[in-house]
């Protein structure tokens, strides 16, 4: 009994020091990433905060209301609106073609969907300027018709396009290969229609993965700047988005106003990030009653 006792000690010992250590451990990694998120995340909205209304209120309000902001607002808008359409159809055609076919090349497509990952949003860019500029081959019919794609809105759509192009793709494509192809084949042979088959048995299955998709999409357009700064020409009132209008504001040294847009970005994006925790948490109460 008094040997058992003895043994016990050392080990009840190595368990305090143990649970002492795991203590210490898990309360440096939280104080660390909590000084990481406050210097690296809050800090910088808040001096954004601070320096919008700098001047006060009327000062912010002038700087929102300005001509250029607006148009820069809504020329945001549509290059946003324009590229999150064409990625859902995009998006869904694809996923629908990788996950419910089998066929050669498979794998090449879909390393090709996910080339705007890899790919500087700069070179997107002067790929759209080689392709539609001056020395593209499509010139001189583009000129003929009147038709202008850099330095113009649809170029800033297209770059867009480029570069949000596989965010909806790869959101749903896990979710319709989880999902499997018994149930539209069971419908298929009960003679359902293919559009009837998507709308519904397809759809309901992804819709949160789709908005999930959605949201990323959304949230990478409204910020894109590399690839809208090739094309656009900086052209100021024309093809300036947001982000190209707070360079410009910054660069003449006018901080309060380019504070006060980005201060719509910011908002955006907080608006987005609180979208994006919705559907992660309705997808994860989906998986839940499934299993």
């Given at each position: 009994?008094e040997?058992?006792?003895?043994?016990?000690?050392?080990?009840?010992?190595?368990?305090?020091?143990?649970?002492?250590?795991e203590?210490?451990?898990?309360?440096?990694?939280?104080?660390?990433?909590?000084?990481?998120?406050?210097?690296?995340?809050?800090?910088?909205?808040?001096?954004?905060?601070?320096?919008?209304?700098?001047?006060g209120w009327?000062?912010?309000?002038?700087?929102?209301n300005?001509?250029?902001a607006r148009?820069?607002?809504?020329?945001?808008?549509?290059?946003?609106v324009?590229?999150?359409?064409?990625?859902?159809?995009?998006?869904?055609?694809?996923?629908w073609?990788l996950t419910?076919?089998?066929?050669?090349?498979?794998?090449?497509l879909?390393?090709?969907?996910?080339l705007?990952?890899?790919?500087?949003?700069?070179?997107?860019?002067?790929f759209?300027?080689?392709?539609?500029?001056?020395?593209?081959?499509?010139?001189?019919?583009l000129?003929?018709?009147?038709i202008?794609?850099?330095?113009?809105?649809?170029?800033?759509?297209?770059?867009?396009?480029?570069?949000?192009?596989?965010?909806?793709a790869?959101?749903?494509?896990p979710?319709m290969?989880?999902?499997?192809?018994?149930?539209?084949?069971a419908?298929?042979?009960?003679?359902?229609?293919?559009?009837?088959?998507?709308?519904?048995i397809?759809?309901?299955?992804?819709?949160?993965?789709?908005?999930?998709?959605?949201?990323?999409?959304?949230?990478?357009?409204?910020?894109?700047?590399?690839?809208?700064?090739v094309?656009?020409?900086?052209?100021?009132?024309?093809?300036?988005?947001?982000?190209?209008?707070?360079?410009?504001?910054?660069?003449?040294?006018n901080?309060?106003?380019?504070?006060?847009?980005s201060?719509?970005?910011?908002?955006?994006?907080?608006?987005?990030?609180?979208?994006?925790?919705?559907?992660?948490?309705?997808?994860?109460?989906?998986?839940?009653?499934?299993?």
């Open positions: 009994m040997a058992v006792t003895k043994l016990a000690k050392p080990v009840a010992g190595s368990q305090s020091r143990f649970l002492k250590t203590t210490i451990v898990k309360w440096s990694l939280i104080l660390t990433g909590a000084a990481f998120l406050v210097v690296m995340m809050i800090l910088p909205l808040i001096l954004i905060g601070v320096e919008a209304l700098g001047k009327n000062a912010y309000l002038a700087a929102l300005e001509p250029f148009k820069a607002l809504w020329l945001t808008a549509e290059a946003t324009l590229s999150v359409v064409s990625n859902t159809i995009f998006g869904l055609a694809a996923a073609l419910k076919f089998d066929f050669r090349g498979k794998t090449l879909g390393s090709i969907i996910d705007p990952f890899a790919v500087s949003p700069v070179v997107a860019g002067l759209f300027i080689m392709l539609f500029g001056r020395l593209s081959p499509f010139y001189d019919t000129q003929a018709y009147h202008a794609v850099v330095f113009a809105v649809p170029g800033i759509v297209l770059a867009t396009i480029f570069v949000t192009l596989p965010f909806i790869r959101s749903i494509i979710v290969e989880g999902q499997g192809r018994d149930e539209e084949e419908a298929a042979l009960m003679g359902a229609s293919g559009w009837r088959i998507f709308w519904q397809t759809l309901p299955n992804i819709k949160w993965g789709l908005m999930y998709g959605i949201i990323l999409c959304t949230a990478r357009a409204m910020g894109e700047f590399g690839a809208v700064s094309v656009s020409g900086h052209i100021r009132g024309k093809t300036n988005t947001l982000p190209l209008h707070i360079e410009i504001l910054y660069n003449e040294y901080f309060t106003a380019a504070f006060a847009v201060s719509i970005l910011v908002g955006l994006a907080v608006l987005v990030l609180i979208l994006r925790n919705f559907v992660e948490w309705r997808m994860e109460r989906k998986d839940d009653h499934e299993v």
